[in-house]
């Protein structure tokens, strides 16, 4: 046994046949050697990772910190200032609170809302941050008189007021290039119920996890192999967000995982509320023809036509519901969906305590109240809007800076541009009914000429058509417009002319370089042989008005066009004294406005103030005034322009207005192209224009045409009369009704006209 074992034992300790042991080292340095390539791969995935992530932490950081979205330029018009004595009634302030999405209620809660009584109106008023200054919120009651506003009361100190400024409409939003449309909003402005209600329904644990969160992936993942498909998702709201911003909506892992590293990234540079503030003001919700929905500060106007912070509890639900799916949820197409998803909200919203049993019941019970989504910025004003945007182009030399969210305050009136539209749909088609026309256009600009704002455009009778802006775009002979220009240049030499100075009335023959003819005729064919200046005006006569230009001269009535604003090129021709000049209707206005500032000319602008998204100022409209004619002159021409409204070519006017004093002139073309009337009243000027494009006979003079539509004009909207008190330089004088001569007082037979005092005109003595 011994021997057996000592054997067994010297066996087992004799060494490895050579081969085996070959293999086996081969296989130990195999496997050293996986491991060290492992090592090292592992080590290069982990650099390359490291290297990834900063280059991700770079991207992701650049792109938080500049700019994070393209936010629209928002256009608006002209705010509403009340005061007493305003020119509107109950019915028409209603109508313009109403175009702002004020609500009517039946009692007062917060901003947005308004009630009405027999005698006045109680309104709660936005607040606004105007350019330089803030407008707070204010509760009101505003008392009506007779047609006009009589007096404001502020609710809180139960006294009265003098103004109060209303926030200007939201006239257009210029998108960006890639057609997102928001309203960025900080975080703070945004109401507690509904950041509560975001994150209960969408991120429970947002201020707790780190970007991303395992328990919402895990709850989710159980949800989902309960219901036996996909029914809850497992991404945070850091992860939404990192997936909106920075990443597309492809279902690859390769996005997960960024997505997932994004939102590490994110958590651990910046804040919650900074995270927060960026999802709500980028999350998409849904499309409006080429607009994307972002952010829930456009949407609320989108669904429901308020500012967010004017939402009820039921509201928000709507708005938080549509992120699992904006266009399965969509309200203005799935109604039946978009209510069943508001219901789920709100419950969920009972059960965590946001809403007691009392509100749960009542919000539950509502419609879902969605606004029609045709009213969300539809075509507005299109013809303004061209002029808007010409002028941006002209002003602001850097194009990208319109999709840094900046705010551009115009001069448009809206109660003048709607009752201008209203005319123009409407009476035009009664005016050309009652005449058996048809296919008329018409271009129509309205102008405060005390400050060269343009308040009000229609470039055509379709009002929503954004193609040719005939009130820019077109230029059609003026006519009889042009008279003044003449006129004025005549009366600017008061030493040779006054209102009554006597001008032929009898037939003329001209003949031009080429021995063409041109025999000018007065609109009634008759001669009456002789007539003062002022009557020449008053009644449009057109041959004593080429003998006045002809005296003149071609270079001086030319020179005078030029300071009324007229900066086209002309042909120098005595036809020009008759309205052969092509213009727009905007610069008849700019010519007009000259007029009525008292020789003041101001070049017309549609914009005041352009601010960045932060009230920052940009640019704002320093009005280049300059004096180009004596106030005398300018003043002795205005006062016939107010007897031609009264006793000459325009005086329906005053048979329409008796209580009115308006200036103005008409215009007619050649063969009744062209009817034109251009006329102002205290503060605004208003050009018309009537015509066929195909230049064809629109069958209308001046008077029967476009006067129509400008009286029809002031019934919408109360004029204010105009007062124009003489200068210094200007005294009565007398003259002689038969040959202008100027009398030293009283004759018989004499006239009593306006005058230069430093004039110094003929003066003989009264006739035995």
Same mark, same amino acid.
């Given at each position: 046994?011994?021997?057996?074992?000592?054997?067994?034992?010297?066996?087992?300790?004799?060494?490895?046949?050579?081969?085996?042991?070959?293999?086996?080292?081969?296989?130990?340095?195999?496997?050293?050697?996986?491991?060290?390539?492992?090592?090292?791969?592992?080590?290069?995935?982990?650099?390359?990772?490291?290297?990834?992530?900063?280059?991700?932490?770079?991207?992701v950081t650049r792109k938080f910190e500049s700019k994070k979205w393209q936010i629209p330029a928002q256009i608006y018009a002209?705010?509403?200032?009340?005061?007493?004595?305003?020119?509107?009634?109950?019915?028409?302030?209603?109508?313009?609170?109403?175009?702002?999405?004020?609500?009517?209620? #039946?009692?007062?809660?917060?901003?947005?809302?308004?009630?009405?009584?027999?005698?006045?109106?109680?309104?709660?008023?936005?607040?606004?941050?105007?350019?330089?200054?803030?407008?707070?919120?204010?509760?009101?009651?505003?008392?009506?008189?007779?047609?006009?506003?009589?007096?404001?009361?502020?609710?809180?100190?139960?006294?009265?007021?003098?103004?109060?400024?209303?926030?200007?409409?939201?006239?257009?939003?210029?998108?960006?290039?890639?057609?997102?449309?928001?309203?960025?909003?900080?975080?703070?402005?945004?109401?507690?119920?509904?950041?509560?209600?975001?994150?209960?329904?969408?991120?429970?644990?947002?201020?707790?996890?780190?970007?991303?969160?395992?328990?919402?992936?895990?709850?989710?993942?159980?949800?989902?192999?309960?219901?036996?498909?996909?029914?809850?998702?497992?991404?945070?709201?850091?992860?939404?967000?990192?997936?909106?911003?920075?990443?597309?909506?492809?279902?690859?892992?390769?996005?997960?995982?960024?997505?997932?590293?994004?939102?590490?990234?994110?958590?651990?540079?910046?804040?919650?509320?900074?995270?927060?503030?960026?999802?709500?003001?980028?999350?998409?919700?849904?499309?409006?023809?080429?607009?994307?929905?972002?952010?829930?500060?456009?949407?609320?106007?989108?669904?429901?036509?308020?500012?967010?912070?004017?939402?009820?509890?039921?509201?928000?639900?709507?708005?938080?519901?549509?992120?699992?799916?904006?266009?399965?949820?969509?309200?203005?197409?799935? #109604?039946?969906?978009?209510?069943?998803?508001?219901?789920?909200?709100?419950?969920?919203?009972?059960?965590?305590?946001?809403?007691?049993?009392?509100?749960?019941?009542?919000?539950?019970?509502?419609?879902?109240?969605?606004?029609?989504?045709?009213?969300?910025?539809?075509?507005?004003?299109?013809?303004?809007?061209?002029?808007?945007?010409?002028?941006?182009?002209?002003?602001?030399?850097?194009?990208?800076?319109?999709?840094?969210?900046?705010?551009?305050?115009?001069?448009?009136?809206?109660?003048?541009?709607?009752?201008?539209?209203?005319?123009?749909?409407?009476?035009?088609?009664?005016?050309?009914?009652?005449?058996?026309?048809?296919?008329?256009?018409?271009?129509?600009?309205?102008?405060?000429?005390?400050?060269?704002?343009?308040?009000?455009m229609v470039g055509g009778r379709n009002v929503n058509y954004s193609g040719l802006n005939r009130a820019v775009d077109m230029?059609?002979?003026?006519?009889?417009?042009?008279?003044?220009?003449?006129?004025?240049?005549?009366?600017?030499?008061?030493?040779?002319?006054?209102?009554?100075?006597?001008?032929?009335?009898?037939?003329?023959?001209?003949?031009?370089?080429?021995?063409?003819?041109?025999?000018?005729?007065?609109?009634?064919?008759?001669?009456?042989?002789?007539?003062?200046?002022?009557?020449?005006?008053?009644?449009?006569?057109?041959?004593?008005?080429?003998?006045?230009?002809?005296?003149?001269?071609?270079?001086?009535?030319?020179?005078?066009?030029?300071?009324?604003?007229?900066?086209?090129?002309?042909?120098?021709?005595?036809?020009?004294?008759?309205?052969?000049?092509?213009?727009?209707?905007?610069?008849?206005?700019?010519?007009?406005?000259?007029?009525?500032?008292?020789?003041?000319?101001?070049?017309?602008?549609?914009?005041?103030?352009?601010?960045?998204?932060?009230?920052?100022?940009?640019?704002?409209?320093?009005?280049?005034?300059?004096?180009?004619?004596?106030?005398?002159?300018?003043?002795?021409?205005?006062?016939?322009?107010?007897?031609?409204?009264?006793?000459?070519?325009?005086?329906?006017?005053?048979?329409?207005?008796?209580?009115?004093?308006?200036?103005?002139?008409?215009?007619?073309?050649?063969?009744?192209?062209?009817?034109?009337?251009?006329?102002?009243?205290?503060?605004?000027?208003?050009?018309?224009?009537?015509?066929?494009?195909?230049?064809?006979?629109?069958?209308?003079?001046?008077?029967?045409?476009?006067?129509?539509?400008?009286?029809?004009?002031?019934?919408?909207?109360?004029?204010?009369?105009?007062?124009?008190?003489?200068?210094?330089?200007?005294?009565?004088?007398?003259?002689?009704?038969?040959?202008?001569?100027?009398?030293?007082?009283?004759?018989?037979?004499?006239?009593?006209?306006?005058?230069?005092?430093?004039?110094?005109?003929?003066?003989?003595?009264?006739?035995?």
């Amino acid at each position: 046994m011994t021997e057996k074992k000592a054997s067994k034992s010297k066996a087992s300790k004799q060494p490895e046949p050579p081969s085996k042991a070959k293999a086996n080292t081969k296989l130990k340095q195999a496997a050293l050697y996986g491991a060290k390539t492992l090592a090292k791969l592992s080590f290069a995935l982990l650099l390359a990772l490291v290297v990834y992530l900063i280059y991700l932490d770079s991207k992701v950081t650049r792109k938080f910190e500049s700019k994070k979205w393209q936010i629209p330029a928002q256009i608006y018009a002209r705010p509403m200032t009340l005061h007493s004595g305003y020119g509107i009634d109950k019915n028409g302030l209603i109508a313009q609170l109403e175009a702002l999405d004020y609500r009517r209620v #039946t009692k007062l809660s917060g901003p947005g809302e308004y009630t009405v009584s027999p005698k006045h109106l109680s309104v709660v008023k936005r607040a606004f941050d105007f350019p330089g200054k803030v407008e707070p919120e204010r509760w009101l009651t505003i008392e009506f008189d007779n047609g006009r506003l009589s007096r404001l009361i502020d609710r809180d100190s139960h006294q009265p007021i003098v103004a109060v400024t209303f926030e200007p409409l939201l006239i257009d939003r210029l998108l960006s290039p890639h057609h997102e449309d928001r309203e960025f909003m900080p975080l703070e402005r945004f109401p507690e119920l509904f950041k509560d209600t975001l994150l209960l329904v969408e991120d429970r644990d947002f201020y707790h996890h780190s970007g991303v969160s395992i328990t919402a992936i895990l709850r989710a993942l159980w949800h989902n192999i309960r219901a036996g498909r996909t029914v809850q998702g497992g991404s945070t709201l850091t992860q939404q967000l990192a997936k909106n911003v920075y990443l597309n909506a492809d279902r690859s892992y390769i996005r997960k995982l960024n997505e997932a590293f994004i939102a590490l990234l994110l958590d651990h540079r910046y804040s919650k509320d900074q995270l927060l503030e960026a999802y709500v003001n980028e999350v998409f919700l849904g499309q409006f023809h080429n607009r994307a929905i972002h952010g829930f500060g456009l949407a609320a106007r989108y669904y429901f036509s308020k500012p967010i912070n004017e939402l009820s509890a039921d509201e928000f639900a709507v708005l938080v519901g549509i992120i699992k799916g904006p266009s399965y949820y969509n309200p203005h197409k799935h #109604t039946e969906r978009a209510l069943e998803r508001r219901d789920v909200v709100l419950r969920l919203m009972f059960e965590h305590h946001l809403l007691t049993k009392q509100e749960y019941e009542v919000a539950v019970n509502r419609p879902l109240g969605i606004a029609d989504k045709d009213t969300f910025l539809s075509a507005r004003f299109p013809a303004y809007m061209a002029q808007v945007k010409k002028e941006l182009k002209a002003n602001l030399r850097d194009s990208d800076i319109v999709g840094d969210g900046i705010r551009v305050f115009t001069h448009l009136d809206p109660r003048l541009q709607w009752a201008t539209e209203r005319v123009v749909q409407d009476y035009l088609s009664k005016l050309e009914a009652s005449h058996q026309l048809s296919d008329a256009e018409v271009a129509s600009v309205s102008v405060d000429y005390t400050q060269g704002a343009i308040t009000a455009m229609v470039g055509g009778r379709n009002v929503n058509y954004s193609g040719l802006n005939r009130a820019v775009d077109m230029r059609r002979n003026i006519g009889s417009l042009i008279k003044p220009a003449v006129y004025l240049t005549a009366l600017s030499q008061y030493d040779d002319f006054t209102l009554a100075t006597v001008l032929p009335d009898a037939p003329v023959t001209l003949e031009n370089q080429n021995g063409e003819q041109w025999t000018p005729e007065n609109f009634d064919k008759t001669h009456e042989g002789e007539v003062l200046l002022y009557d020449a005006l008053t009644r449009s006569r057109n041959i004593p008005t080429v003998n006045l230009g002809l005296a003149l001269g071609m270079d001086s009535v030319a020179e005078s066009l030029g300071k009324l604003g007229v900066k086209r090129r002309f042909a120098r021709y005595p036809s020009l004294f008759l309205g052969a000049l092509e213009l727009s209707p905007l610069e008849v206005s700019e010519m007009y406005a000259t007029y009525a500032s008292k020789g003041v000319y101001k070049k017309l602008s549609t914009i005041s103030v352009v601010t960045a998204n932060d009230g920052t100022m940009i640019w704002h409209r320093q009005p280049s005034a300059r004096a180009n004619f004596e106030v005398e002159p300018v003043y002795l021409l205005n006062t016939v322009l107010e007897d031609v409204t009264r006793v000459g070519t325009a005086r329906y006017l005053t048979s329409e207005f008796p209580q009115v004093q308006f200036a103005g002139k008409t215009g007619t073309t050649d063969e009744l192209r062209d009817s034109w009337f251009s006329g102002f009243d205290g503060k605004t000027l208003t050009t018309f224009w009537l015509g066929k494009d195909d230049y064809s006979p629109v069958g209308l003079t001046g008077s029967a045409g476009a006067l129509r539509l400008f009286a029809e004009l002031n019934r919408q909207v109360p004029p204010e009369s105009l007062i124009d008190a003489p200068p210094k330089g200007i005294t009565q004088r007398f003259f002689s009704a038969k040959d202008g001569v100027m009398y030293p007082g009283q004759c018989a037979g004499a006239i009593v006209l306006s005058a230069v005092e430093k004039g110094r005109p003929q003066m003989v003595d009264c006739p035995n």
